[in-house]
Nanobody
Framework: QVQLAESGGGLVQAGGSLRLSCVASARTFTTYAMGWFRQAPGKEREFVAA????????QYADSVKGRFTISRGNAKNSQNLQMNSLKPEDTAVYYCAADGRFPTVVAGKGDYWGQGTQVTVSS
């Protein structure tokens, strides 16, 4: 069974940085689009960023543009999310997602999801 494993979450002060990573257990994900979503307590899950299989196309939520950067890992079956200038409102569980189609990932309808990693930003 294919799995997505996130890592890199933690506690950071406002203005700080964190780097999240997600690795897929199958090499077939080198041709999959991948993305990040987040869910804060009491709120619905929301789109954060997505990247196509080659890394040539990315999309970001307005709330993170200019602060977060999504990239593919060297092995291509992974992705990273560099989060800078973090704000308390970025506090959430961050989920990795993957699908064969980029628009499907962006829409939050990907076939594959990770378990999530907690990001907490203190003020």
């Amino acid at each position: 069974q294919v799995q997505l494993a996130e890592s890199g979450g933690g506690l950071v002060q406002a203005g700080g940085s964190l780097r999240l990573s997600c690795v897929a257990s199958a090499r077939t994900f080198t041709t999959y689009a991948m993305g990040w979503f987040r869910q804060a307590p009491g709120k619905e899950r929301e789109f954060v960023a997505a990247i196509n299989w080659s890394g040539s196309s990315t999309q970001y939520a307005d709330s993170v543009k200019g602060r977060f950067t999504i990239s593919r890992g060297n092995a291509k079956n992974s992705q990273n999310l560099q989060m800078n200038s973090l704000k308390p409102e970025d506090t959430a569980v961050y989920y990795c997602a993957a699908d064969g189609r980029f628009p499907t990932v962006v829409a939050g309808k990907g076939d594959y999801w990770g378990q999530g990693t907690q990001v907490t930003v203190s003020s």
